[in-house]
Each structure stands twice: as C-alpha cells, then as structure tokens.
C-alpha cells in the first residue's frame, strides 16, 4: 500500500484524537501521576500525542524535500515503543521502570555535574 502525504497526516491526526481520548480516560480515572509507574505511561501517551501532533504539522507544512525532522521523531516514537515491550515481558515491570528511571536520572545529574 502506498500512503500520500494526505494520508499520513490523517492517520496522525487520527493517533493524536485516540491519545486524547486516552488522556480523557486517565483524567476521569483520577490517576495518580505522582506514582511513579502510572505517571511512566502516562508520560508515554502524552508524548505520543505530541510527536504525532507535531508530524502531522510537519507535513501538513513541508514540500516534502527533506524528511529529517520527520525521521527524528519516529524515531523517538519508536523508542518509547521498544521500551514498552521491553518493560512488558519482564517479570518484575514496576521494578524495571524504577530501574529505566533510575537510569535516566544518573545520566541526567552526570551531564549536569560535568
């Protein structure tokens, strides 16, 4: 199948109303983001909605020349997509996001020290 420029936009515009139908569950669920494993996927909802948003700016305002901005944030929505899956088969998942922002965290304050 051969998507136009048309059709992905719709398709993102499609994934950013589907992700604010997501956050609209969470907000009536009165989630707690201040618990640290809802508010990881929470995170990855919003930034899902955000990136596709943005793609579908980017396309919607492109000549379709280059694509590197485009690429970039497929890439992100990739990454945050193996880490999901990478979290999910894991026997001890909360203790793997504990571990990931952990992780994250120690590189955040290195950069900040150096």
Same mark, same amino acid.
């Given at each position: 199948?051969?998507?136009?420029?048309?059709?992905?936009?719709?398709?993102?515009?499609?994934?950013?109303?589907?992700?604010? $139908?997501?956050?609209?569950?969470?907000?009536?669920?009165?989630?707690? =983001?201040? /618990?640290?494993? /809802?508010?990881?996927?929470?995170?990855?909802?919003?930034?899902?909605?955000?990136?596709?948003?943005?793609?579908?700016? =980017?396309?919607?305002?492109?000549?379709?020349? %280059? =694509? %590197?901005?485009?690429?970039?944030? &497929?890439?992100?929505?990739?990454?945050? &997509?193996?880490?999901?899956?990478?979290?999910?088969?894991?026997?001890?998942?909360?203790?793997?996001? %504990?571990?990931?922002?952990? $992780?994250?965290?120690?590189?955040?304050?290195?950069?900040?020290?150096?």
């Amino acid at each position: 199948m051969h998507f136009t420029k048309d059709n992905l936009i719709e398709l993102h515009k499609r994934i950013v109303h589907f992700a604010n $139908d997501n956050l609209q569950k969470i907000k009536e669920l009165n989630i707690d =983001l201040n /618990d640290e494993y /809802d508010s990881f996927y929470v995170g990855m909802i919003v930034r899902q909605h955000s990136v596709n948003n943005d793609l579908s700016i =980017l396309y919607s305002n492109t000549d379709g020349l %280059t =694509l %590197t901005s485009e690429f970039i944030l &497929y890439r992100c929505l990739i990454d945050d &997509y193996i880490h999901i899956i990478f979290i999910s088969v894991q026997e001890d998942s909360n203790e793997m996001v %504990t571990k990931l922002n952990a $992780d994250a965290l120690s590189k955040n304050f290195k950069k900040i020290s150096d």
